[in-house]
């Protein structure tokens, strides 16, 4: 299995210092994520996005639009309709109407884009079709969702990324995607909040925060330290062996662009992982947390950055809701030529 093309679109940013000064972003929030700026979008919904960061994918994997079995697409917040599939309206206008073909949507909060992936590699696998394109996309915007406070000491950016899958080549090559759940800890994005009867009806904006300090709660500290480090570990080391590597042995990392002190004490610290060797220095904290988006966006920066290159390896990780993780390990076979 091949990775051909990866592509993001990402609106303007916006400066974290001006954020702060003009009162929508907390100071603290500021110093913990350490961030320079936020991509904020001011029109273009997550489809819409999503649409700029799959046409281009698509540009650059050099597959036919016919060749596209499978069109995933995966996000965390509000698409824009209710009762509608973003991932037709995405087909139509970026890959085109040719079939048999499926455009499903993939919910798994920020982890949203990494399944999708393991679930279109295996799609491929077991029908023997050409090629698959995966896309993720987000808008926190209010009154639903506050970038600045809704998850705590995480600003959450705006964007689009979108990668192609093909069993016919490409510039790296998917050595394996592995994930690990922990159905214990769903509760974190709960709380004690009964069901509701309609989106946001229990309030808005969403207060992750919150949430998960009343989980916690009845939980336990240290059994929640506990479970979800060894959900990190665990999706890392299972990569790891089917793929026969050592920790070592990668040269790149794309992690999600959670902040500066949640990245060390989630993965850099716990884990092992150099922070200069990640794609947050050079560009997460400069886009925020872009939910499903973070991964395959950050893989097209290390590649048109010149910091990834052939016969390097990458392995991406992700998370979704403190409570599942992905990782998907790449080999770069060849530099492509748009990043060139």
Known sequence: MYVAGVASWLPPSTDIVAAVAAGICPPEVAREADVEAVAVSTGEAPPEMAVRAVRLAVERSGCETSAFALIAYADTHYNGHDLWLASAYI???????????????VRQMSNGGMAALELAAGYLTGTRQRAAVVAAADRFSLPGYDRWRSHGGTPLGD????LVLSREGGFARLLCAV?????ELEGAHRGDDPFGVAPFSLGQPVNVPA????????LGADNWARLTESGRRSALAH???EAELRLDQIDWFVLPNLGSRRLTAEYVEPLGIDLARTSWETWGRRVGHLGAADQFAGLEHLLLSGRLREG????LLGSGGDFTWSCALLEVLEQPAWAG
């Open 211 to 218: 949430m998960r300090e009343a989980f916690i709660a009845r």
């Open 159 to 162: 964007g689009a990324s979108a």
């Open 179 to 183: 994930s690990w759940t922990e159905p």
């Open 91 to 105: 087909q139509r206008l970026a890959v085109g109407n040719h079939n048999p073909a499926l455009a499903v949507e």
């Open 312 to 315: 390097q390896y990458c392995l």
């Open 239 to 241: 990569t790891l062996k």
